[in-house]
C-alpha cells in the first residue's frame, strides 16, 4: 500500500495519541491537508510550546508556565485548605465548580501496585513538607472513587493523621441528574450511608 | 477557568481537528505532556510537513510529494484503464485490494449543489485532458455510492461517452461478510439487480 511519506508519518504520529487507532489517524492526517496553513502552524507550535514550556509548581506540583502556579500565587485563595488530587485535570474540574477556593496539591498518579507506583513516585514528600507549615489545618482528599484513589486516600489519611491536621474525604453518592434506578449497588449503599438530616 | 496558556492553545489546535471536541482535546493535549519531548517534536514536525510538501500529482491529482505520484510514475501499470476516485483515500482502499492495476484519477470531492461544488470545482478538466490520449480504453466510475456519488459517476458517463471510450461503474451489492437480513432494501435491490451466473 502506498501513502506518500509526509502522510504517512504524520499518521504515525497521531497514531501515538491515546484512543486514536489506524482508522482515525488516518483521518485526521488527511483533514490536515484540507485544513488552513496557519492552523497547521498553530497546532504545530502549541504542542512544542505545551513540552517545552510548562512544569510543575513548585509549590502544589500542578502543571504551569511560571513557578507557582496560578492558584499558588493567587492572594485571595484560601491558605489553611489543601485540596489533594490525582491530576492536573481534576483542578480543572474542581476550578470549574467555583465553589472550592482553598490551594490544591497534585499528586499526579495514585498509589497502585499493579503498576509499580508507589508513595514515592507520587508529589507526597511534597504534601508533606508543605503540611510543616502551620497554616494549613486541612487537608481535603480528593482523589478518584476507585480502589487506586481509595487506597492512595487511606494511605494519606493515615501518614497525615500525626499532624493534628483535619483529613477530610469528598462525599460518595449520586450524581446530581442521574438515575436511582441505574445506580449500582456500592454507590447506593454510600449514598445511603452518607444521608443527612435535612 | 485557569488553564495554562500552553495547554489551552494546545487544546484549541486540537479542538479544530474534526471528531474532536473540548473533552477529547483536553485529554489529548495532558498525554502530550507525558509524551517523550522526541515523539512530541515528531509529530509537529510530520504535522509542518505534510502540509508543506505535499502537492497534487500533475497527471492524475492524487497528493504526493513529487512532481507525480508513485502509481503515475509505475511504468508497470496498465495505462488503457482510468479508475476515477472522489477521494486520496480512495487510492489507498483501493491499492490494498492488491487487485487493480491501472491508473487513477481523483476528483477530490463530488458534485453537490447543497455545497456548491459544481464540476468545475473538481478536477474534471484535468480528466478530459488525459482522455485525447489515445492509450485510454476504459474509465471506472469509482465515486462512493451515495446520492452525491452517484450524481457525479452520472455526469461524467454523459460527458466522456461522445469520445467513445468504455465507461464502467463499479458494482453495487452485499458487502462481503455482511448479513442479508440487515442489508437494507436499497443495497439489496442492487444486488438482484447486479446478479450473475456461476
Chains 1, 2 share one sequence.
Do not use: W
Not at 504542542?47 to 502544589?60: G, I, N, P, S, T
Not at 476550578?95 to 508513595?119: D, N
Not at 483535619?166 to 445511603?192: C, N, Q, S
Amino acid at each position: 500500500m502506498y501513502i506518500p511519506d509526509p502522510i504517512s508519518k504524520l499518521i504515525d504520529g497521531f497514531m501515538r495519541l491515546p484512543g486514536i487507532g489506524p482508522k482515525t489517524a488516518q483521518r485526521l492526517s488527511f483533514y490536515v491537508l484540507s485544513m488552513e496553513e496557519e492552523d497547521v502552524m498553530e497546532l504545530a507550535k502549541a504542542l512544542v510550546r505545551a513540552k517545552r514550556d510548562l512544569q510543575r509548581c513548585e509549590e502544589c506540583s500542578n502543571i504551569t508556565d511560571q513557578k507557582r502556579c496560578r492558584v499558588c500565587g493567587d492572594k485571595g485563595r484560601d491558605r489553611s485548605v489543601i485540596c489533594v488530587v490525582q491530576d492536573p485535570r481534576d483542578v480543572i474540574a474542581m476550578e470549574r465548580t467555583k465553589e472550592y477556593h482553598g490551594l490544591y496539591h497534585v499528586l499526579h498518579g495514585a498509589i497502585s501496585p499493579m503498576e509499580g507506583i508507589g508513595p514515592d513516585e507520587l508529589s507526597i514528600p511534597d504534601l508533606l513538607k508543605r503540611l510543616e507549615d502551620e497554616t494549613v489545618q486541612e487537608l481535603i482528599l480528593a482523589t478518584n472513587p476507585n480502589i487506586e484513589g481509595e487506597a492512595t486516600a487511606m494511605y494519606l489519611q493515615r501518614l497525615i493523621k500525626p499532624f493534628g491536621i483535619k483529613v477530610t474525604r469528598i462525599a460518595h453518592g449520586l450524581p446530581v441528574g442521574g438515575d436511582l434506578e441505574y445506580a449500582d449497588e456500592v454507590t447506593l449503599t454510600k449514598a445511603m450511608e452518607g444521608r443527612r438530616e435535612l
